[in-house]
């Protein structure tokens, strides 16, 4: 059974770092694509970034650029989101999801993570 | 303000037959194919039709998607209660190069 867990949410002062993982199971971690997905309280899903197989490739939604990173070890079948100089409206549920666009798309139960002083 | 734009709601009766829309333009919908999830109330989303039209393993037929030019379209008939949930779609927009979602569509079963 595909699993993919989520953990390293909390609440964290603005400007502060935090780094989420993703640890997955049931599959072969190093042949899917990986996306980090969040959600606003009561808003709509919005795409932070993803990352390719072999980690050679990664994409960032404007906002996050320059603050956060994604990364994985593939042997250790880990998604990472590192996020830096955390902001208020970066505020949300943090969903890794594999194969986001594709047939094998699955998602974790998402993290919550709340920037506030 | 979301690059594809969804009806905020919609509606139906049990048995009705549901239709939600999802507008882009060519960089996204025009040149990609799109996805649609569902989600209920604090949990996660989940597949519902990937490539335009096609359903994963487990997904009943009662759930179709189309796409023309730089709109899609999700299809739900026979609308039972548990279909009331969140519906978004999703695409690459490869202008921005990043994955796009639609606002989002609350549907409620009357």
């Known amino acids: 059974e595909v699993q993919l867990v989520e953990s390293g949410g909390d609440l964290v002062q603005p400007g502060g770092s935090l780094r989420l993982s993703c640890a997955a199971s049931?599959?072969?971690?190093?042949?899917?694509?990986m996306d980090w997905v969040r959600q606003a309280p009561g808003k709509g899903l919005e795409w932070v970034a993803n990352?390719?197989?072999?980690?050679?490739?990664?994409n960032y939604v404007d906002s996050v650029k320059g603050r956060f990173t994604i990364s994985r070890d593939n042997a250790k079948k880990s998604l990472y989101l590192q996020m830096n100089d955390l902001r208020a409206e970066d505020t949300a549920v943090y969903f890794c999801?594999?194969?986001?666009?594709?047939?094998?798309?699955?998602w974790g139960q998402g993290i919550l993570v709340t920037v506030s002083s | 303000q979301s690059v594809l734009t969804q009806p905020p709601s919609a509606s139906g009766t049990p048995g009705q037959r549901v239709t939600i829309s999802c507008s882009g333009s060519?960089?996204?919908?025009?040149?990609?194919?799109v996805s649609w999830f569902h989600q209920l109330p604090g949990t996660a989303p989940k597949l519902l039709i990937y490539?335009?039209?096609q359903r994963p393993a487990g997904v009943p037929d009662r759930f179709s998607g189309s796409k023309s030019g730089t709109s899609a379209s999700l299809a739900i008939s026979g609308l039972q209660s548990e279909d009331e949930s969140d519906y978004y779609c999703?695409?690459?927009?490869?202008?921005?190069?990043?994955?796009?979602f639609g606002g989002g569509t609350k549907l409620t079963v009357l």
């Open positions: 999801a594999r194969d986001l666009m594709g047939a094998s798309c699955h």
């Open positions: 049931g599959y072969t971690f190093s042949t899917y694509w």
């Open positions: 990352i390719k197989e072999d980690g050679s490739e990664k």
């Open positions: 060519t960089p996204n919908i025009g040149r990609n194919s």
């Open positions: 490539r335009n039209n």
């Open positions: 999703a695409t690459w927009d490869g202008s921005l190069n990043v994955v796009v």
